[in-house]
């Protein structure tokens, strides 16, 4: 059974740097045909796509946040990273690591979801 | 960006009754959309893809329709595990997703 499971710290302070890792199980990220991507939830509002990156990889970026987000990958470990520059308390969210489906070449819906970690943005 | 408008904002309905969620998108997606049920404290779950096809595991009580700007979740007779937060989400530009449908128990 695929399981995804992100880290990283749970408080930043505000201009700096939001980094964390989705560590995935019980499958290979370089598999073909599945993409990786990052969703965020502010506390009890709705959710937002972040970023997306194939193993290979190429990358996408939700347009207003592309200045100041990297995704990457590391095969080697099966894990895939976020980092999310110049934060500021709207970056507050529980931030979800997932894996989408590829459909005809492109990536699609979000099967398998980590728990979600936390991150509070404060001095 | 494409928007999606999810109504209404809460269904309070009783077990065994049938719930009828809407998503608008601002602009066509095809079938290009997805549904998703979220529980207090946990990730959202995949139950509706390409508008339509059940994801794997998912009971036969939920079935999606539509196209276009257009769709509907329908929940054929709610049971107790059902009442939750549902969010569509499109793949047709980009990946965006409904601010959500809060089931509660009436």
């Known amino acids: 059974q695929l399981q995804l499971q992100e880290s990283g710290p749970g408080l930043v302070k505000p201009s700096e740097t939001l980094s964390l890792t989705c560590t995935v199980s019980?499958?290979?990220?370089?598999?073909?045909?599945?993409?990786w991507g990052w969703i965020r939830q502010p506390p009890g509002k709705g959710l937002e796509w972040i970023a997306t990156?194939?193993?290979?990889?190429?990358?996408y970026y939700k347009p207003s946040l592309k200045s100041r987000v990297t995704i990457s990958v590391d095969t080697s470990k099966n894990q895939f990273s976020l980092r999310l520059n110049s934060v500021t308390a709207a970056d507050t969210a529980v931030y979800y690591c997932?894996?989408?489906?590829?459909?005809?070449?492109?990536?699609?819906?979000?099967?398998?979801w980590g728990q979600g970690t936390l991150v509070t943005v404060s001095s | 960006e494409i928007v999606l408008i999810q109504s209404p904002a809460t269904l309070s309905l009783s077990p065994g009754e049938r719930a009828t969620l809407s998503c608008r998108a601002s602009q066509s997606v095809s079938s290009y959309l997805a549904w998703y049920q979220q529980k207090p404290g946990q990730a959202p779950r995949l139950l509706i893809y390409d508008a339509s096809n059940r994801a794997t595991g998912i009971p036969t009580r939920f079935s999606g329709s539509g196209s276009g700007t257009d769709f509907t979740l329908t929940i054929s007779s709610l049971e107790p595990e059902d009442f939750a937060v549902y969010y569509c989400?499109?793949?047709?530009?980009?990946?965006?997703f409904g601010q959500g449908t809060k089931v509660e128990i009436k």
């Open positions: 989400q499109q793949r047709s530009n980009w990946w965006t």
């Open positions: 997932a894996r989408m489906n590829d459909a005809f070449g492109w990536p699609s819906w979000f099967d398998y």
């Open positions: 019980g499958g290979s990220i370089s598999t073909s045909f599945y993409y």
């Open positions: 990156i194939y193993h290979s990889g190429s990358t």
